[in-house]
């Protein structure tokens, strides 16, 4: 979908900020240039939409080259967006969006569709939004706006200059999850331009890192975790690079779908007796209509009638969605080995144990993420 | 003292009212058609000058704009006597009177207009050229809608020096407040001056007033401080 080849940026005064960088993004997918401030990832995505003129190699964009077409041309089917969002303060959210649709010309009333469309995609309610101004919303709104305005003539391909950078953590974690999950939605080809590592192993198919104007590696995220090329893209990953592996699974995709359970009514000895027959010393206790309870322990069965009388209530749970650092998180801190996967109901989807987390990781470290 | 004076005020307005009313609407002629074009003139330039690569040349139009404020303004006008004569233009009256008016103006229109559109935030620019804004539909688009408050505030400070200004054209026969203040100062008559320097005065406030309420109306309502 998009092929670099050999770009290079030199400046007037010699500085080489991008020498011959080449990758490809396949169609639909998230790429994230990545790498520490001043490397020339930024300045390589603005010579996708030629903001930033190039100095010597092509870029291609569906097999064609970005320098025959018309730049205000391309730019309009390249969304754009950027960390200080950069809303026009005199236009409302409605006509910040609505920029690109009418420079290409649609009709008002498709403008206004559109821009009621994006904003119901990022979970903002047109009616109470469309008419107010950017000085009236919030910094996580703003970013929000920010990206329905580079969705507007729904475009292609995306390009995103750390787009979630000037917001709080917390708010920032809820945009990039509402963000992956539109993504699935929408099948963008993306470049997101970031120096958070965090952020790139969540958010990238493929990660692109950077240093002093080359390219160091391209890859997934898991290799460039697990089998980096050299000593930079090992530091640069961190020692700690283990637990940023747990952020590339989530909880659904490895835990225990049939874990054995436990009604509270139901005779301890039978309890047991599941418990052995999978090898294990607890049962997930869930009432009558599924939802999750607590904890039965093998080790507390003696004398006890009925399991509701060994239950240790639990409401330590993590989501479907949930990464693996944050299961594991919440076993460290509640001090469990094993963690409910429950729905938003509260049902019992499955469990985690600290053995799914390691098995699961000595699998990433040696082969990958299979998906 | 005061109160025969205000009488005499009184009773000379009283008695010609044509030739007040002729002042006044001289004067305000005068200032208008040198606001019209000296606004035209100014905010033309000080886009062209706030452009990209212009920063040398910005810096020589605002040098000379402040060097001709510091020319007394009789001066100014006796050089275009001077330059307008050898031209074979009428040395006096109105046209050197709106030339001198125009060239007074032009440095609060000019500073204004480079300043105001080179403060437009620089990310909002690179968003709208990187949607595909051609260099036009930045400028009336975006630059210009967010430099507005503060061009407008450089019009409203031109006009009232023009308006302030236009009674010293009075000495070059180009009518208007200053015949009566320049008059009264000739015959020692306290009354003219009054008539023409408070003329002047409530002149000056009134445009502005009128100016300020323009200024608001067209402030884009996202760029307006609401009063809670």
């Not at chain 1, 209530?313 to 076993?331: F, I, K």
């Not at chain 2, 044509?18 to 606004?39: E, F, K, P, Q, Y």
Request: glycine share 10%; with cysteine; proline share 5%.
């Amino acid at each position: 979908m998009i092929r670099l080849e050999k770009v290079t940026k030199v400046y007037p005064d010699g500085t080489v900020a991008v020498r011959e960088v080449s990758f490809e993004v396949v169609k639909g997918e998230l790429c994230v240039l990545l790498g520490p401030s001043g490397c020339g990832k930024t300045t390589t995505m603005k010579m996708i939409n030629r903001l930033t003129p190039m100095t010597d190699g092509s870029i291609y964009m569906d097999g064609l080259d970005n320098s025959t077409t018309d730049e205000n041309e391309l730019r309009r089917n390249i969304g754009y967006a950027i960390q200080d969002v950069g809303l026009f303060p005199h236009m409302t959210v409605g006509e910040n969006i609505e920029t690109v649709p009418a420079l290409k010309g649609w009709t008002k009333a498709d403008q206004r569709k559109r821009a009621e469309e994006l904003l119901e995609l990022l979970r903002m309610e047109p009616d109470e939004f469309i008419n107010k101004y950017p000085r009236e919303l919030s910094g996580g709104e703003r970013q929000r706006v920010g990206v329905a305005r580079a969705l507007g003539g729904d475009p292609p391909v995306l390009l995103m200059d750390e787009p979630f950078g000037a917001i709080d953590p917390i708010t920032r974690l809820e945009l990039q999850n509402e963000f992956l999950k539109i993504q699935q939605e929408i099948k963008k080809t993306i470049i997101l331009v970031t120096h958070d590592i965090y952020e790139a192993i969540k958010m990238g198919d493929k990660v692109a890192l950077m240093k002093e104007g080359q390219l160091v590696q391209y890859a997934p995220p898991a290799d460039l975790l697990f089998r980096p090329k050299d000593s930079f893209v090992a530091s640069f990953v961190g020692a700690d690079r283990g637990l940023k592996g747990l952020q590339l699974i989530r909880t659904k995709e490895v835990m225990w779908k049939s874990p054995p359970t436990a009604n509270p009514e139901e005779k301890t000895d039978v309890a047991q007796e599941r418990m052995k027959r999978h090898g294990i010393a607890w049962v997930a206790v869930i009432d009558p209509d599924g939802r999750f309870t607590g904890w039965a322990f093998a080790s507390d069965t003696q004398g006890a009638d009925r399991v509701k009388e060994i239950t240790k209530t639990s409401t330590v749970a993590a989501g479907r969605n949930a990464v693996l650092s944050e299961a594991l998180s919440l076993m460290l801190t509640s001090g469990s080995d094993v963690l409910a996967v429950v729905d938003q109901h509260n049902r019992l989807e499955g469990v985690v144990t600290f053995e799914t987390i390691r098995n699961t990781m000595t699998e990433v470290v040696q082969k990958g993420v299979s998906q | 003292m005061v109160l025969t004076l205000m009488t005499e005020v009184y009773q000379f307005v009283l008695s010609h009212p044509d030739m007040v009313a002729r002042w006044v609407v001289d004067h305000v002629t005068l200032s208008l058609v040198a606001m019209v074009i000296g606004a035209m003139l100014g905010c033309t330039l000080g886009v062209f000058i706030a452009g990209k690569g212009r920063e040398r040349l910005a810096d020589g139009v605002l040098y000379l704009a402040e060097i001709m404020m510091t020319v007394p303004s009789l001066a100014l006008f006796g050089l275009l006597m001077l330059l307008l004569g050898s031209m074979g233009l009428s040395a006096i009256g109105f046209l050197p009177a709106v030339i001198t008016l125009v060239v007074y103006g032009q440095l609060p229109i000019l500073r204004n207009t480079f300043t105001a559109i080179r403060q437009v935030d620089p990310t909002v620019i690179e968003a709208g050229r990187g949607m595909g804004m051609t260099e036009r539909q930045l400028l009336f688009k975006v630059k210009l809608p967010l430099a507005l408050p503060v061009i407008m505030a450089g019009l409203r400070n031109a006009m009232v020096l023009i308006i302030g200004i236009a009674a010293i054209a009075a000495l070059i026969g180009a009518g208007g407040l200053g015949v009566p203040i320049f008059r009264g100062l000739r015959n020692a008559r306290m009354d003219l001056i009054i008539i023409g320097g408070v003329s002047v005065s409530v002149l000056a406030l009134l445009v502005d007033g009128v100016l300020a309420l323009l200024e608001r109306w067209m402030t884009p309502r996202g760029l307006r401080v609401e009063s809670k």
